[in-house]
T-cell receptor, first 113, second 113 residues
Framework: GAGVSQTPSNKVTEKGKYVELRCDPI?????LYWYRQSLGQGPEFLIY????????DSGLPNDRFFAVRPEGSVSTLKIQRTERGDSAVYLC???????????FGPGTRLTVL | GQNIDQPTEMTATEGAIVQINCTYQ??????LFWYQQHAGEAPTFLSY????GLEEKGRFSSFLSRSKGYSYLLLKELQMKDSASYLC??????????????FGGGTRVLVKP
């Protein structure tokens, strides 16, 4: 596809459940970022991958959050024991090796009941 | 740490000009982005400034003063479709934080007929 894609677009789960959010970056983009955006606020950085490795995971709020990018392309954000406070839009972005812009996907709206 | 401030909301009339200011305090500055975000959609790239001065791109211009920690986005000949949130984001140095972006809270611009 032409842009960053994220699935699912919406996810409703119950408190305590496990969820996985998927991001498919633009082909050839080596850097991949996850952000979280709450209503009326700007996106908040979670984790950054350069290739397969997590270069910076300082934004992950706690050890319930984990992300992988095993082949340097698709990434999965995993949240264990979800809490109501995890409800937000989770945005993925990717950027090419030679340009600074980050291109965002449409996001996954996570609702924890 | 990082601190990015921008007004919460602005209202302007179709055809007019609006200037959205952004001030920042951050270490390891490596450029400033402006993104546009319509409700329920992904942020889309508008501009990137890394050197002082004005960058013009059609109806949109962006200005940066690194010594003052200040940027603005200027929207000219406002159209109804320009009603959106405008996000100011600081890019960090790779060695400091891997090109991650720190966003302000966003400025919601409402264009009235």
């Amino acid at each position: 596809g032409a842009g960053v894609s994220q699935t699912p677009s919406n996810k409703v789960t119950e408190k305590g459940k496990y969820v996985e959010l998927r991001c498919d970056p633009i082909s050839g983009h080596t850097a991949l970022y996850w952000y979280r955006q709450s209503l009326g606020q700007g996106p908040e950085f979670l984790i950054y991958f350069q290739g397969t490795g997590a270069a910076d995971d300082s934004g992950l709020p706690n050890d319930r959050f984990f992300a992988v990018r095993p082949e340097g392309s698709v990434s999965t954000l995993k949240i264990q024991r979800t809490e109501r406070g995890d409800s937000a839009v989770y945005l993925c972005a990717s950027s090419p090796p030679t340009r600074p812009e980050q291109f965002f996907g449409p996001g996954t709206r996570l609702t924890v009941l | 740490g990082q601190n990015i401030d921008q007004p919460t909301e602005m209202t302007a009339t179709e055809g007019a000009i609006v200037q959205i200011n952004c001030t920042y305090q951050t270490s390891g500055f490596n450029g400033l982005f402006w993104y546009q975000q319509h409700a329920g959609e992904a942020p889309t790239f508008l501009s990137y400034n890394v050197l002082d001065g004005l960058e013009e791109k059609g109806r949109f211009s962006s200005f940066l003063s690194r010594s003052k920690g200040y940027s603005y986005l200027l929207l000219k000949e406002l159209q109804m479709k320009d009603s959106a949130s405008y996000l100011c984001a600081v890019r960090h140095r790779p060695e400091a934080a891997g090109n991650k972006l720190t966003f302000g809270g966003g400025t919601r611009v409402l264009v009235k007929p």
